[in-house]
Nanobody
Framework: QVQLAESGGGLVQAGGSLRLSCAASGRTFSSYVMGWFRQAPGKEREFVARISWSGGNTYYADSVKGRFTISRDNAKNTVYLQMNSLKPEDTAVYYC????????????WGQGTQVTVSS
């Protein structure tokens, strides 16, 4: 079973950039659809982006489209979230997630990494 560990969070000014990484253990990383979610204080966890097994298919929440880019490196068992033009409303704990199939529920989660965007 794959285990996930996020890194790369921190404090950044509005308009700045951060790149989150999610390292996966195990030898079956390429068989998982990978995604990013976030949860702001007092709010429910929300979907941010997902990427297919080979990386050829991506999908984004409207709130981040054009600013965030999800990518993966199957040789390094890592998925990334490049976040540009950050806004204070992007402040949240960001979670990496994995699932076997495109249309099924997310079954694996990381512990999260805090992203804080100051105005």
């Amino acid at each position: 079973q794959v285990q996930l560990a996020e890194s790369g969070g921190g404090l950044v000014q509005a308009g700045g950039s951060l790149r989150l990484s999610c390292a996966a253990s195990g030898r079956t990383f390429s068989s998982y659809v990978m995604g990013w979610f976030r949860q702001a204080p007092g709010k429910e966890r929300e979907f941010v982006a997902r990427i297919s097994w080979s990386g050829g298919n991506t999908y984004y929440a409207d709130s981040v489209k054009g600013r965030f880019t999800i990518s993966r490196d199957n040789a390094k068992n890592t998925v990334y979230l490049q976040m540009n033009s950050l806004k204070p409303e992007d402040t949240a704990v960001y979670y990496c997630a994995a699932k076997r199939d495109w249309g099924t529920s997310w079954s694996l989660w990381g512990q999260g990494t805090q992203v804080t965007v100051s105005s």
